[in-house]
């Protein structure tokens, strides 16, 4: 598994701190630590299911990327190995109708979470040593629930997809991949569980990467819509997936979700939402006999306001599940790719977008970590209530130029080498270099940067899905924000302070809170690098210990911690207190918020 001696002694401590941490195995009365999104589960779901509970779970414990992908696929292996039948639920059949094997989704979740502890176990005694080394795209992620009761985007962030397939003949690959559901999140959720699965599994993956996209969401969508009718689901998902091959893009698509590319500093068309006000889409949906109608909005039979989705079986065939697919050849002067819902693209345009990623990263000096964020806070400002998820992409360094040109490609190696080499000396080994890595078109790569596959949870949040427990020397610091860096040219592996919010990841499902303004309870981070992770050692923290308490976030605790961090900020009364305030509550995107002690507000 490991490609270096300093990788393998990084992933075996890992190994050593996430099981020393985790009390297994899990009995039949044990709580698991994070339940499955579905109910049920098939045979066929069965290697989706297992990969998306590994990786989620490592991911939550900030697992290198490369090594929880291994460790997945080594666990699902082993699952889609073993006898399942006899967790099968017993139904009565009716007569002539063929018996469809189920089991409970909770049942799969435990043997997998045993498994993938026992698989650990082994793989700290003898690790697997064959992953070839590869750079990863730097990304930068946001999702939000925003003004809407329930969050119903998912989204998939796959940096290192041979691995978690365990594909070796291949150039690198990597899929990201935006679901907004509608009616429901079952349908976004089984998108986002299985669709990259059933693109591995089609014939032409290795020969035709777009056929095998569009086959994938046709397979989803009838899949989707079968266990809709057993389960008596009415839902859908629209979706976008963006597919790197070497150097070279596949987008695939249903519905209004979208993806722009960006060359240097310009918008690439790549694709055109499925809308029913499109001429196309229109007398397609005419000739199956249904009907186009103004209802707030172009809809199709006066419902949907998009003509092809995941699942919507009630709207069939005229919401039809066939997607549309493109390929695009890159030649390194690519600058970045934004995947977004519709709740970004319908109060935010393209060179809007544009516009917002090069200010933000003008101002951070190509700092990638908040441009997510950025894109999101301009489309609630634009007005936006729906649901916002945004993905981006970063196909080269931006903190390097651009390519001038992709002509003579000799002459414009030999000048790039000589520009790095004096840029490195003036900035003494520092800022943006292709002989830094010595690979072309990706100059000055970051080794390794990822996050989860799919959201770890929206439950009771205003703002983002990706508080987890981190790992490190210093533990849960209480001062802030910590970057650990390598060196010139290594990203940063940042955490978050703030861990109460990790028990809440399993709940139900509340309404949008209003977002408190109490300085110390600052959103996570919500960018995660994975520089092979040099410095790892104490689990958790006493902040997470702190949330087990009785009481613990009850209103009159709140009330009695809100009164001493008044007396600790020297503030006697509510008059001082509020303007004093008012300077959190509207700070900017991006700008980190002074942070109190955790230990001194309680």
Not at 208 to 215: C, I, S, V
Request: glycine letters at 6%; aromatic letters at 8%.
């Amino acid at each position: 598994m490991a490609g270096s001696a300093a990788e393998e002694k990084t992933f075996r401590r890992f190994l050593e701190l996430f099981l020393r941490e985790m009390k297994m195995p899990l009995q039949e009365s044990d709580p698991l630590p994070m339940r499955p999104l579905s109910d049920l589960v098939s045979e066929d779901e069965v290697e989706g299911e297992c990969l998306d509970l590994c990786l989620q779970h490592l991911y939550k414990y900030n697992c290198p990327c490369s090594l929880a992908a291994a460790l997945a696929r080594a666990t699902a292996d082993s699952m889609l190995q073993t006898d399942l039948s006899v967790h099968h639920l017993s139904k009565t059949v009716e007569d002539g109708a063929e018996p469809f094997p189920q089991m409970e989704s909770v049942k799969l979740a435990r043997l997998v979470f045993n498994r993938l502890f026992e698989m650990c176990c082994l793989w700290l005694k003898e690790l697997p040593f064959h992953r070839r080394p590869q750079p990863y795209y730097e990304t930068s992620i946001h999702a939000i629930k925003n003004m809407r009761r329930k969050m119903e985007d998912k989204h998939v962030i796959i940096p290192d997809f041979n691995t978690l397939f365990n594909i070796q003949d291949q150039e690198e690959q990597a899929f990201f991949a935006v679901f907004d559901g509608h009616g429901g999140v079952d349908a976004a959720i089984y998108a986002a569980n299985h669709l990259h699965v059933n693109l591995v599994h089609q014939e032409s993956f290795n020969h035709d990467p777009g056929e095998a996209l569009y086959r994938a969401f046709k397979l989803t969508d009838e899949r989707f819509v079968k266990k809709a009718s057993r389960e008596n689901l009415r839902c859908g998902t629209t979706g976008v997936v963006t597919f790197l091959r070497g150097r070279t893009l596949y987008v695939a698509w249903l519905g209004d979700s979208q993806v722009i590319l960006v060359r240097r500093g310009q918008v690439v068309e790549l694709m055109k939402p499925h809308k029913p006000d499109r001429e196309d889409e229109k007398q397609r949906i005419e000739a199956l006999g249904g009907c186009v109608i103004w209802f707030g909005t172009w809809r199709v039979n006066g419902s949907l306001s998009v003509s092809r989705a995941i699942g919507d079986s009630e709207h069939k065939p005229y919401i039809c599940g066939d997607a549309d697919h493109s390929i695009f050849p890159l030649d390194g002067s690519e600058d970045y790719l934004i995947l977004a819902c519709d709740g970004f693209w319908d109060t935010v345009s393209p060179d809007e977008a544009v516009r917002v990623v090069s200010d933000h990263l003008q101002e951070n000096s190509g700092d990638t970590t908040m441009v997510a964020h950025k894109l999101v806070a301009s489309a609630r400002d634009a007005g936006s209530s729906d649901n916002i998820t945004v993905i981006v992409v970063f196909l080269r360094d931006p903190r390097s130029p651009p390519p001038t040109s992709t002509e003579d490609d000799e002459e414009g190696e030999e000048e790039e080498e000589e520009e790095d080499a004096v840029r490195v000396e003036r900035d003494g080994g520092e800022g943006g270099s292709t002989a830094d890595i010595g690979v072309k078109g990706r100059s000055g790569w970051p080794l390794q940067q990822c996050s989860a596959p799919a959201d770890l949870g929206y439950e009771d949040r205003t703002d983002s899905f990706t508080d987890r427990t981190s790992l490190s020397f210093l533990g849960p610091s209480l001062k802030g924000r910590i970057s650990l860096t390598q060196g010139p040219r290594q990203p940063c592996f940042s955490f978050h302070p703030d861990l109460r919010t990790a028990p809440h990841l399993c709940q139900e499902e509340r309404p949008v809170r209003r977002r408190s303004f109490i300085p110390f309870q600052e959103p996570g981070i919500h960018s995660f690098t994975d520089p092979l992770w040099p410095q790892i050692a104490v689990l958790l923290g006493q902040t997470v210990r702190h949330s087990g308490r009785p009481g613990y976030g009850t209103r009159r605790l709140d009330r009695r911690r809100l009164g001493r961090s008044r007396e600790m900020l020297g503030l006697s009364s509510s008059t001082n207190f509020l303007p004093n305030m008012q300077r959190y509550s509207n700070h900017r995107p991006g700008v980190a918020v002074p942070q109190l002690p955790y230990d001194a507000a309680i």
